[in-house]
């Protein structure tokens, strides 16, 4: 079990001083994501049981990174398998969520290995950003970390953005990354832009892209994209339809 703590976060719902509306409208509906996900907890897990897509990426980071090297899991939910995964095979994870449940339920993930996994809670907009030490108290997930994680895995987050923003957030991880640091992704196939859907008892507004279109938004950002596979999943629980899930495994250029 990793022995690393949540950090202590700034209340989401209050104001953090010089922010103009826009950025506090945009807070307050990621608040109320990470309140979606509070609720849903373990259930999130119980619909989607199966990761083969997600392992095979996480097989892919481990045996392209050194012993010991930096690994940034940006939504991380339960954990599961991520993070026991790339914590076993001796890298340093630090693994941030803005759901307080999804964190506990991460830190008490059964992992292990040489290096104990750290662990923010943080909006993965503010990532890179001044806002991650201003805000969240992470300063090595603000300018200062710039360059310092060898991979970034980022498993079916990018999905709760608004599609204007994920260009934005692919480059703030790319800062994040070294240079030809690594970025694994997963994503759903389909052609939204924060659309409400219904998710697990909760509504969630969804974003997904059409698998050429999500290729050219990763090369726009900084990145090539190394590979590219679909997977049909069918999730467990009967009140969510069937899927194509994207798995990416992609490199930052430059």
Same mark, same amino acid.
């Given at each position: 079990?990793?022995?690393?703590?949540?950090?202590? /976060?700034?209340?989401?719902?209050?104001?953090a001083g010089?922010?103009?509306?826009?950025v506090? &409208?945009? &807070?307050?509906? &990621?608040?109320?994501?990470?309140?979606a #996900?509070?609720?849903?907890?373990?259930?999130?897990?119980?619909?989607?049981?199966?990761?083969?897509?997600q392992?095979?990426?996480?097989?892919?980071?481990l045996?392209?990174?050194?012993?010991?090297?930096? @690994?940034?899991?940006?939504?991380?939910?339960?954990?599961? *398998?991520?993070?026991?995964?790339?914590? !076993?095979?001796?890298l340093?994870?630090? !693994?941030?969520?803005?759901?307080?449940?999804?964190?506990?339920?991460?830190r $008490?993930?059964? =992992?292990?290995?040489? #290096? /104990?996994?750290?662990?923010?809670?943080?909006?993965?907009?503010?990532?890179?950003t001044e806002?991650?030490?201003? %805000?969240?108290?992470?300063?090595?997930?603000?300018?200062?970390? &710039?360059g =310092?994680?060898?991979?970034?895995?980022? #498993?079916?987050s990018?999905?709760?953005?608004p599609?204007d923003?994920?260009?934005? %957030?692919?480059?703030?991880?790319?800062?994040?990354?070294?240079?030809?640091?690594?970025?694994?992704?997963?994503? %759903?196939?389909?052609?939204?832009?924060?659309?409400?859907?219904?998710?697990?008892?909760?509504?969630l507004?969804?974003?997904?892209?059409?698998?050429?279109d999500l290729?050219? %938004?990763?090369?726009?950002?900084?990145?090539?994209?190394?590979?590219?596979?679909?997977?049909?999943?069918? *999730?467990?629980?009967?009140?969510?339809? *069937?899927e194509? $899930?994207?798995?990416?495994?992609?490199?930052? @250029?430059g």
């Amino acid at each position: 079990m990793t022995t690393g703590q949540i950090s202590d /976060p700034f209340p989401v719902g209050e104001d953090a001083g010089d922010d103009g509306p826009d950025v506090r &409208r945009r &807070r307050a509906a &990621r608040a109320l994501q990470a309140v979606a #996900f509070d609720t849903i907890g373990a259930g999130y897990g119980e619909a989607f049981p199966a990761k083969d897509g997600q392992l095979e990426c996480g097989r892919r980071v481990l045996a392209a990174l050194e012993p010991g090297a930096r @690994v940034l899991d940006v939504g991380c939910g339960t954990g599961e *398998p991520t993070l026991p995964q790339l914590t !076993a095979g001796g890298l340093r994870v630090t !693994a941030v969520d803005l759901s307080d449940v999804m964190l506990t339920l991460a830190r $008490q993930s059964r =992992s292990t290995g040489p #290096f /104990p996994a750290e662990f923010h809670r943080i909006d993965l907009y503010d990532l890179a950003t001044e806002r991650a030490d201003r %805000v969240w108290g992470a300063p090595s997930l603000g300018p200062a970390g &710039r360059g =310092s994680f060898a991979a970034v895995t980022a #498993f079916f987050s990018l999905i709760l953005l608004p599609q204007d923003e994920i260009p934005t %957030v692919l480059g703030r991880l790319r800062e994040l990354l070294r240079p030809g640091g690594l970025l694994a992704l997963g994503m %759903v196939e389909a052609d939204l832009d924060h659309v409400p859907l219904p998710f697990l008892g909760r509504e969630l507004r969804i974003s997904g892209y059409l698998r050429e279109d999500l290729e050219r %938004v990763l090369v726009a950002a900084g990145f090539s994209v190394e590979e590219c596979s679909g997977h049909p999943y069918a *999730p467990a629980s009967t009140t969510l339809p *069937p899927e194509e $899930q994207l798995f990416l495994c992609c490199r930052r @250029v430059g």
